[in-house]
């Protein structure tokens, strides 16, 4: 079993900055894509930004420019750090990792617990 603990969310102003961890433990051999995912009221899971073990990303187009995705492999861990932040950022952020456990030797899809961001203007 692999276990997604995340930390940094909280209540910031627009126009400020928050950055989010996301630490992974567990029978891990090796972890394979890493990324953020948020959910706001009413509103669909979204993909905000990914990140692979070689350290490629993705963003999606709204966080473009002010959101960054990195990884520690050492530390199987994720970060995400949030400028400039808007009220239509506000949401609950969910990790997710991509994950070859070692016993039994298999790979699964793990998300973390969540984390609130919220925005006020």
């Known amino acids: 079993q692999v276990q997604l603990v995340e930390s940094g969310g909280g209540l910031v102003q627009a126009g400020g900055s928050l950055r989010l961890s996301c630490a992974a433990s567990?029978?891990?051999?090796?972890?394979?894509?890493m990324g953020w995912y948020r959910q706001a009221p009413g509103k669909q899971r979204e993909l905000v930004a990914t990140?692979?073990?070689?350290?490629?990303?993705n963003y999606a187009d709204s966080v473009k420019g002010r959101f960054t995705i990195s990884r520690d492999n050492a530390k199987n861990t994720v970060y995400l750090q949030m400028i400039s932040l808007k009220p239509e950022d506000t949401a609950v952020y969910y990790c997710?990792?991509?994950?070859?456990?070692?016993?039994?030797?298999?790979?699964?899809?793990?998300w973390g617990q969540g984390t609130q961001v919220t925005v006020s203007s």
């Open positions: 567990g029978s891990i051999l090796r972890i394979n894509g």
């Open positions: 990140i692979t073990s070689g350290g490629s990303t």
């Open positions: 997710n990792a991509d994950v070859w456990e070692r016993a039994p030797l298999r790979k699964n899809d793990y």
